[in-house]
């Protein structure tokens, strides 16, 4: 609810005292925020604020204990309308008591290391902020206190409604830096300001078919789809091909050369082996359908995430991390180190030592996707494997993860030789570049999956290969 936060101007105030009371007043953390706030707002010091009624370390549902919202007048100049400007207060370490946050230092970052941010395009006579903005931040940052899994620049996040709740065109979401928010050095460690910058559905899918960081430089060029600041407008009726159809050539050059750098996305999907019968309790589908489904080990869930994660980086190489690797620089300095242990799960790694999951090889497999995920496979095959790259789906409803990869990827458990192989529940698929084009002419009705009636199956007996697109409720019934 609007109101009830601590008193944004008052940290201001008592910048530079030498109070004894001052930290129990004003948490650090939060005081480093809101003086880049008051940087960039020295006229709004007591902005309206949504505060969580019980907070998250209360036991409460909502992990960002105050979302202030800012009228910003834009620019002018740079043709920068006026706007709505929100700020979250807890994804980052605000107490560095360990309430939220274990700290770990003043070096790495603070908490999970940024906080969101949200520019929204102010109505004419609209005399104070809408508030839905701050319960949309806060299901963002439930997602990333439940999953672990951390934001970056060029990231995006389908949320197929109307992002206000409308009938607006805007459904999706894609992450940047905020354009006039530095990072903060706090006594817990360094925050980013992440910004959030709602988008079309045409306008995803084209982020995820080449990358994120493409798409948000051309809404930059276009003023009405959110200009230089990236401005959500939420009564936005065109996407940007509609209002400017040059730019649909620059998205499909990009992905002819760049391919896409969506390296996987969480998804419902299962596998089974079909080499064996039903009965083996080694058989693949006790790992997908059984009621005592084999857990990922540690090392095999950080492998995954860290793959998910490389492809986000620009020019990422295609090598898949080696099995047996800590975590590696550079790809998760954006996660505390603390949360480390609870993700590689060490205590159930002893138990059953990695090194003792045998990889299988198997003859024969049967993959099976929701009919969102299965409009992603082509993006796999074209944007990925015919660019010497890797892909993973990872399951949402269990430990399930398919990983497709081509014969110019290291690190590969699956080879040539043996292109179906499993580690655990973890399936990996090694396709040639012949066969990803063969993949490609026989899977063309994916690319307009709303012309096709569910289940749908695809089959390449001679590469005993079999395809499946079910409906959602095959996978949120795991008994089915």
């Known amino acids: 609810r609007p109101g009830g936060g601590p008193p944004a101007g008052g940290p201001g105030s008592g910048s530079g005292s030498g109070s004894g009371s001052f930290p129990s007043l004003f948490p650090p953390g939060l005081h480093g925020i809101y003086g880049e706030c008051r940087r960039l707002y020295p006229d709004q010091p007591n902005p309206l604020q949504v505060t969580a009624i019980l907070k998250y370390w209360l036991g409460g549902p909502d992990p960002l204990d105050y979302v202030s919202m800012y009228r910003n007048l834009g620019n002018p100049a740079l043709n920068v309308p006026e706007h709505w400007h929100y700020v979250s207060f807890g994804l980052s370490d605000l107490y560095g008591d360990n309430r939220v946050h274990e700290f770990t230092g003043t070096d790495g970052p603070s908490g999970f290391g940024f906080e969101l941010t949200f520019r929204l395009k102010r109505e004419t006579g609209e005399s104070a902020p809408p508030t839905w903005p701050a319960e949309l931040m806060q299901g963002l940052a439930r997602y990333v206190f439940q999953s672990e899994n951390t934001f970056c620049s060029g990231d995006h996040v389908s949320w197929h409604s109307p ?43 084209a982020a995820q078919q080449w990358n994120g960081q493409g798409i948000l430089e051309l809404l930059r060029t276009v003023p009405v789809a959110g200009g230089p600041w ?84 620009i020019n990422s190489k295609p090598v898949l991390p080696p099995i047996n690797a800590q975590r590696q620089n550079g790809l998760n300095l954006d996660r505390a180190p603390s949360r480390k242990d609870s993700l590689e799960s060490e205590s159930s790694a002893a138990i059953i030592p990695h090194e ?122 795991p008994l089915h």
């Open 163 to 205: 992002l206000d709740n409308s009938e607006s065109r805007i459904q999706h979401m894609l992450l940047t830096e905020d354009p006039q928010m530095q990072p903060v050095q706090t006594p817990f460690g360094v925050v980013t300001f992440l910004q959030i910058v709602g988008v079309c559905t045409e306008e995803l899918h």
């Open 230 to 313: 990236l401005i959500t407008d939420m009564r936005r009726g065109e996407t940007i091909f509609e209002i400017d159809p040059h730019l649909q050539e620059r998205v499909d050059k990009g992905i002819e050369t760049d391919g896409s750098n969506l390296s996987g996305v969480s998804a419902k999907c299962a596998w089974d082996d079909l080499s064996r019968p039903p009965e083996d309790d080694e058989d693949s589908r006790s790992i997908c359908i059984g009621t005592q489904p084999r857990r990922l080990s540690g090392k095999d869930t950080e492998q995954i995430r860290e793959t998910l994660r490389r492809g986000l980086e």
């Open 356 to 477: 003792l999951i045998r990889t299988r090889q198997l003859e024969s497999v049967h993959l099976k996707f929701n009919q969102e995920s299965g409009a992603l496979i082509p993006l796999c095959l074209r944007g990925r494997l015919l660019h010497g790259r890797h892909f993973t789906y990872k399951s949402i409803t269990g430990d399930t993860a398919i990983t497709f990869v081509s014969t110019g990827v290291e690190g590969a458990f699956a080879t040539e030789e043996h292109p179906y192989a499993a580690h655990g529940p973890w399936l990996q698929i090694l396709l040639t570049e012949e066969f990803v084009e063969r993949m490609l002419e026989d899977l063309e009705d994916l690319n307009s999956p709303e012309e096709f009636k569910l289940p749908k199956e695809y089959s390449w007996p001679e590469k005993k290969l079999k395809v499946s697109i079910l409906p959602d409720a095959v996978f949120d019934n």
